[in-house]
């Protein structure tokens, strides 16, 4: 299995559970904070992608991934990152609220 195809169920969670999410309060706010936050999470991945393939803790044989890179890593690496940036908020907005007193 490629890494390519191995991002689409965690992709497809995503897209669902952001959109469930939609119906409780602060959507936009949420969707918007989540892009904002989306950056730094990129450019440290980046980084520490870069970091652990450059010293050998992580080697992606060619045949498994798309061929494109951003230095070193394989883009499909960076994938994880949007679906976390994205998923966590969603699935917090969907906990159950705790009512204080």
Same mark, same amino acid.
């Given at each position: 299995m490629t890494y390519g195809l191995l991002i689409i169920p965690f992709a497809v969670l995503?897209?669902?559970?952001? /959109?469930?999410? /939609?119906?409780?309060?602060?959507?936009?706010r949420r969707l918007r904070a989540s892009a904002i936050a989306l950056i730094p999470l990129l450019m440290l991945t980046a980084v520490f992608?870069?970091?652990?393939? /450059?010293?050998?803790l992580v080697v992606y044989p060619a045949e498994q991934f798309s061929g494109v890179r951003i230095g070193l890593a394989p883009v499909e690496d960076f994938s994880y990152t949007v679906?976390?940036?994205?998923l966590v908020p969603a699935v917090f907005a969907l906990l159950p609220r705790k009512e204080t007193a």
């Open positions: 995503t897209v669902v559970i952001t /959109a469930l999410s /939609a119906r409780r309060p602060g959507f936009r992608d870069n970091a652990m393939i /450059a010293i050998g679906c976390a940036a994205f």
